[in-house]
């Protein structure tokens, strides 16, 4: 597997990745409005967000197929120097290293770029995994939400994790066999 610059992939794979991957799930939508009604409109989505400094788009490659995602969305507001994490794999390639190794280069990248202070990310209770997941890496739990407003399901409780990047601490023994992609933004490296 090898983590390349999602914002080099083509707007349809991507696209198909991250519908593939919400299909395979009981998450929230991927954004409040419902997803994106189609891949014109999504790729329009990732064209701004690639303008706003401190954007970062990761995806996981296995072989040809894109497998896996990770999304720093820094806030539109120049004054607030936060981001919004978006991750989702394929769960045939879950618990298997790729997700520590997405949040690990992310967090590297963007404590070396210094747009982003914090990481916000907001996660399912009942979501164990990742949520052990994220603890992993150094983020801590904020808040609780009562009920996620992205959602109709009743049980469907949140919280919302946060990372202060200055104290970011990168864990290099994961296990998987992921290699860096050749971007100059994203300098191959042994992680």
Known sequence: M????GFDQSVE???????AVYRESDMPAFFPDGGFPEPTAFGAWLAALKRRSGSIMLVVKHDSALVGYLILDPSADDGDRC???KLGLLSAYQRQGAGA???????SLAREEGWVDTVYLAIRHD?????????????L???DRDRDALRSVESAD??????DLAKYV?????AGGLQMGDRARLQPRSI
Do not use: C, K, W
């Open 158 to 163: 949140e919280m919302r994790l946060a990372l």
């Open 141 to 143: 739990r904020e808040a």
């Open 101 to 107: 190794r997405l949040l690990e280069h992310a967090f």
């Open 83 to 85: 981001a919004d994490l």
């Open 2 to 5: 090898l983590i390349v610059d």
């Open 127 to 139: 979501n164990e995994g990742a949520l052990r997941l994220f603890e992993q890496t150094g983020m």
């Open 170 to 174: 990168p864990v290099s023994d994961f």
């Open 13 to 19: 794979q991507v696209y198909d990745l991250i519908r």
